[in-house]
């Protein structure tokens, strides 16, 4: 049995690394595009998680999420991401009607 960190946990440690740095949501998810657009996914991922902490209905930031799971081929990741932004959107039209 290996006593190294579980592979699951990395991206929980680097929220809590990212989240000490004291960088703003909008500075977050300006890395996290820039992350995308140089396709580094889990690096996208991790810097967006640590923005929606602290702005979690930000629809831009849940498209940003989205887009770094299909990156890394979890379209079930990618789903969820958008859940939120898909009550809200139900909800929405739902008083409307």
Known sequence: MSRSLPRFALPFVALSLLAA??????????????????????????????????????AAMLEV????YL??????????????WNRRAERGAASRS
């Open 21 to 58: 740095c004291g960088d703003s949501p909008e500075t977050l998810l300006g890395k996290a595009q820039d992350s995308l657009a140089r396709e580094d996914f889990d690096q996208a991922r991790v810097e967006v998680a640590s923005a929606l902490q602290e702005d979690p209905g930000n």
């Open 65 to 68: 999420l989205a887009r770094a």
């Open 71 to 84: 990156g890394l081929g979890d379209p079930d990741g990618a789903e969820g991401a958008l859940r939120p």
